[in-house]
């Protein structure tokens, strides 16, 4: 992919900006910030259409969903989500927003608070609410998390159109196998220490969740109590970052895009203080599927750096070598286009980062 463009997207507390650069990723160019003084949740790049979708928030307007046929050059405002009239419930912030299966090309799913999903069967102009999510039978169990009651990662099975993931903060994972219509918590082995059952079926409190590339039934979380592995679809999970990790606190998760063992998180050094431990800035990748784990340091501060990244803010690319990027909550933006090795400083006074995306363009 010599002729590929590469995006990353950062999304901030006062508007977004866009990266650009060919296969190499050495040279960036800057546009930006898109929508000042707004809160960008996530922007998401669909393959399928070339859209490019982001959720933003503020604090006197409210939220919505913008989306760009350009790249970022017009945008426009969508309709809704909304909860159905009727509904009391408002919603009050979106966090995340995901393309359906490649099968039903004009289908997006859209996570917001108060840990509701909307799907969209039109390419995100108008959207409908998921009933079976958002009045599912555990709800009076779910509790909102510093950040509120949220459906912030939407993990679609590339091989089934019907099969989709959701992580709520706070009630845990949940998968569903009929398109959404139905889900089940898939939630056992992972701790709630801050509840007085320590496994129970739900309120755990996920903070991000991805899937492997190479088999959809292997899954790993970032929780608020752990690092975990599934590799039976998230009928079970396994602690795998206890005794490996400096801390397993944290709120990021990245997958590598073809190698279902390599995975990346940031730990914080607890809830409590959630900055990184010793004033070391790293970034931590395991190739075995959690079994070990580096701690990358290569380009990035080592004194002083009490550093906060925020759960959607570390991603990768899909070139190959894949690149990595993170983000943090005073503005910094590293990458590294050798899979973590070694990392640059892409931006370093931006406003606080709160997610970061990648998109692979050819030609």
């Known amino acids: ?34 929508f000042p003084g707004w809160s960008l949740n996530h922007m998401k790049y669909d393959r399928r259409s070339g859209m490019l979708y982001a959720a933003l928030a503020h604090d006197v307007y409210g939220s919505n969903i913008h989306y760009s046929a350009d790249l970022g ?15 009391e419930r408002t919603v009050r912030r979106i966090w995340h927003i995901q393309p359906g299966h490649d099968s039903q090309p004009s289908r997006l799913w859209a996570g917001a608070d108060p840990g509701a999903l909307f799907r969209s069967d039109d390419g995100g102009r108008t959207w ?29 099975d590339p091989s089934d159109s019907d099969r989709l993931f959701v992580a709520i903060s706070a009630a845990g994972v949940f ?12 939630n056992q082995g992972v701790r709630a220490d801050f509840l007085p059952e320590l496994y129970p079926d739900v309120g755990q409190c996920c ?16 929780n608020h109590c752990g690092v975990y592995r599934s590799r039976n679809g998230g009928d079970s999970w ?22 279902g063992n390599a995975v990346y998180v940031v730990p914080m050094l607890s809830d409590e ?3 990184t431990p010793e004033g070391k800035f790293r970034v931590y990748r395991t190739r075995d599927g959690g079994e070990s784990w580096d701690g990358l340091t290569a380009g990035l501060p080592q004194e002083n750096a009490y550093l906060t990244v925020f759960r959607e803010a570390l991603a990768t690319d899909s070139l190959d070598p894949a690149g990595v990027y993170v983000g943090t909550g005073s503005g910094q933006l590293f990458c590294s286009s050798d899979e973590g090795d070694t990392w640059s400083m892409l931006a370093d006074t931006l ?10 363009i050819s030609g």
């Not at 998968?175 to 898939?186: I, K, L, N």
Request: no cysteine; glycine share 12%; proline share 10%.
């Open 351 to 360: 406003p606080p980062v709160y997610s970061v995306g990648t998109a692979v």
């Open 238 to 259: 396994q602690d795998i970052g206890s005794g490996r990790l400096p801390a397993t606190f944290g709120f990021p998760m990245a997958i590598h895009p073809r190698d």
């Open 207 to 222: 903070h991000h969740l991805v899937m492997s590339p190479e088999d959809p039934n292997v899954l790993y979380q970032q």
């Open 273 to 275: 203080y959630r900055y």
């Open 128 to 156: 409908d609410a998921v009933p079976g999510i958002n009045d599912h039978p555990t709800r009076e169990q779910w509790q909102p998390g510093a950040g509120g009651l949220m459906v912030h990662t939407i993990v679609q």
């Open 73 to 87: 050059q017009n945008w426009e405002m969508v309709d809704g989500p909304h909860f159905p009239e009727g509904d």
């Open 175 to 186: 998968r569903s196998g009929d398109g959404g219509r139905t889900w089940v918590p898939q």
């Open 1 to 34: 992919m010599s002729n590929a463009r590469i995006l990353v997207m950062a999304g901030t507390r006062k508007g977004a900006f866009v990266f650009e650069s060919d296969a190499e990723r050495r040279d960036w160019q800057t546009s930006g910030p898109h």
